[in-house]
């Protein structure tokens, strides 16, 4: 068995859950934040077959695009021990994936 952990944008969230439930993949969600944005995501774990695994990923790629945002910079500029802030364009979306071996899985 092989455990898949992806962190997707919560915005890519349901599509992402329906596209796996309906091609017969169980997904347990997770609310968690990124570090660099403070953005939401959900991180995902799939638990399934090493066969398996290559599906799962198509399918999260496909349904977790990225994209362009702008976002207020974490420096500033300013004179005088000024902050201001000022926004930059960085790429969100998509998806970051984790596979690992599963030495054990029960369902009870």
Known sequence: MKLI????????SSAVSAALTQNGFFATKLASTGGFLKAGN???L?????ENVDR?????AE????????????SGY??????TPFPVEV???????IVT????FEKI
């Open 46 to 50: 799939i638990c399934t077959e090493p």
């Open 5 to 12: 952990y992806a962190i997707v944008s919560s915005d890519d």
């Open 56 to 60: 799962a990923i198509s399918i999260i």
């Open 91 to 97: 790429t969100v979306g998509g998806a970051t994936i």
């Open 78 to 83: 300013g004179g005088m021990g000024g902050y």
């Open 63 to 74: 349904h977790s695009k990225k994209r362009k945002q702008m976002v207020s910079s974490s």
């Open 42 to 44: 959900t991180t995902f």
């Open 101 to 104: 071996d599963v030495e054990r």
